[in-house]
């Protein structure tokens, strides 16, 4: 078992890490903005909170709406390409 000092000097750890830091104070800036602009367009506190917690539901679904979607994607195309690859065939053999 590694202790967290062998994990902090691992570089593939630090990368990880790093990235995973800069994408969480990104969407924390995200949101911030965001809230900001609606502040000052609405005046209103109702409307800005609800701006911050939209970058939560994002952040909370997105994973799980992306991590859904490959499979639709992926079986459209290889239809589309074996549709192809079939027609090409054909055409070929005439």
Do not use: W
Not at 13 to 36: H, K, P
Not at 82 to 88: E, F, K, L, M, N
């Amino acid at each position: 078992m590694r202790t967290y000092r062998e994990l902090c000097r691992s570089p593939e750890f630090l990368a990880l890490f790093g990235g995973s830091s800069a994408q969480v104070a990104a969407t924390t800036l995200t949101g911030i903005a965001l809230a900001t602009l609606v502040d000052d367009r609405t005046d209103s506190p109702l409307l800005s909170a609800l701006a911050v917690a939209s970058i939560a539901v994002t952040v909370a679904l997105g994973p799980g709406l992306r991590l859904s979607e490959p499979g639709r994607t992926d079986r459209a195309t290889q239809h589309r390409v074996g549709s192809q690859t079939a027609r090409q065939k054909e055409s070929i053999n005439g």
